[in-house]
């Protein structure tokens, strides 16, 4: 096999936090507001200050994650209290039954692996071993 392997020379104490929301489509509202506004919630995402990547997955025809990579805590919290959060926000308070939303914040405590080319966390720390 002829492939690269990164690891990260992470700094003592990273500022970057990698944050994991999921989206599950309790009914057809919620099924029919998942489909209809997921591209616009990965790009606003992508486009808010401080967000360095976002990876979006489907897990059924239900259910989205997204895992998002922010350079800080405080760009993150910038984005909650933004007018994109605000909207996404909307359709759950009028509908507080059709989704099932989670989400958790990590920051990185070692170097994940990366092979042929960095991603995610690596993409902010190019200092490779």
């Known amino acids: 096999m002829n492939y690269s ?3 990260l020379d992470l700094p003592e104490h990273p500022d970057a936090v990698v944050f994991v929301n999921g989206f599950i489509a309790r009914d057809r509202p919620g099924f029919f507001w998942l489909w209809k506004s997921l591209l616009w919630i990965r790009t606003v995402t992508e486009q808010a200050e401080g967000c360095v990547q976002v990876k979006a997955g489907i897990c059924g025809l239900n259910e989205v994650v ?11 919290k910038g984005f909650f209290r933004g007018e994109a959060h605000r909207k996404m926000m909307q359709f759950i308070s009028k509908n507080p039954q059709s989704l099932c939303l989670y989400n958790e914040t990590y920051s990185p405590l070692k170097s994940g692996k990366y092979i042929n080319e960095p991603q995610g966390i690596a993409t902010m720390y190019r200092r490779f071993q």
């Open 66 to 76: 997204m895992v998002s990579y922010w350079s800080s805590g405080s760009s993150l």
């Open 5 to 7: 392997v990164y690891h």
